[in-house]
């Protein structure tokens, strides 16, 4: 399989492995047949009179506090796929959509703009990888959309994500602070490439081992390992 050629020409200073998953999703995406391969988009109804400053603060809260969320994906000139942080100060794109002059096609209007934010896709070599949608139906009937890329976060990781957004609009942030998280993430990064080196060498060595017993298998056979 080729390798995307959208890397930058000069990578940045500070690059980062992947992790096994993230990798696999990387190598499918340029397989794929529409634009939301591996697209997740969390879709909520919110009864109230939200703020949305406050919604959009609590947001980039979050979005400083994890850097797994601030990655960009790209391979490098030899074709080894590798990611980078922007930014913390960077500012989370976030939509606003006033929907409540049109009550009658309001739903229709809110279910339009999901599909539209789905054929928009996501390119990883462009980060952000995820993206705001908050729409106002009335003023006491909101809609936010959190569209994000399967690569930055697992399924269990999504709610945690989900719930620190709250609480941080409720003026409740959770802790540890930004900067232990931001090395916790980095360091886990690491240890996984060293297991997956590790683990490659280790069958490398198997299978060179066994090459003395199989090189004169002149057909196809039933292997137990």
């Known amino acids: 399989m080729s390798k995307p050629s959208n890397h930058p020409l000069q990578p940045p200073a500070d690059v980062l492995p992947l992790t096994p998953l993230q990798a696999s999703m990387l190598a499918t995406q340029p397989l794929a047949t529409h634009p939301d391969l591996h697209l997740e988009q969390w879709v909520l109804q919110l009864r109230e009179k939200l703020d949305p400053q406050r919604w959009r603060l609590a947001w980039q809260w979050v979005w400083r506090r994890h850097p797994a969320l601030r990655a960009g994906f790209a391979w490098n000139a030899q074709g080894t796929p590798y ?35 789905r054929t928009r896709g996501m390119d990883l070599s462009r980060p952000p990888g995820m993206r705001l949608l908050l729409a106002r139906l009335a003023a006491d009937d909101w809609r936010a959309c959190w569209t994000i890329h399967h690569i930055l976060v697992d399924g269990r990781s999504m709610t ?66």
């Open 83 to 117: 990611q980078w942080l922007i930014d913390a100060e960077t500012v989370l794109p976030l939509e606003l959509l006033d929907l409540s002059s049109d009550a009658q096609d309001a739903e229709g209007l809110w279910e339009g703009a999901l599909a539209k934010d």
């Open 160 to 225: 945690n994500v989900l719930r620190e957004v709250f609480a941080a609009y409720d003026g409740t942030p959770p802790s540890p602070a930004i900067d232990s998280v931001d090395e916790a993430f980095q360091r886990h990064v690491l240890r996984l490439a060293e297991v997956d080196e590790a683990k490659i060498a280790a069958a490398r060595q198997h299978w060179q081992r066994s090459e003395e017993h199989t090189s004169e298998l002149q057909s196809p056979c039933n292997l137990v390992c």
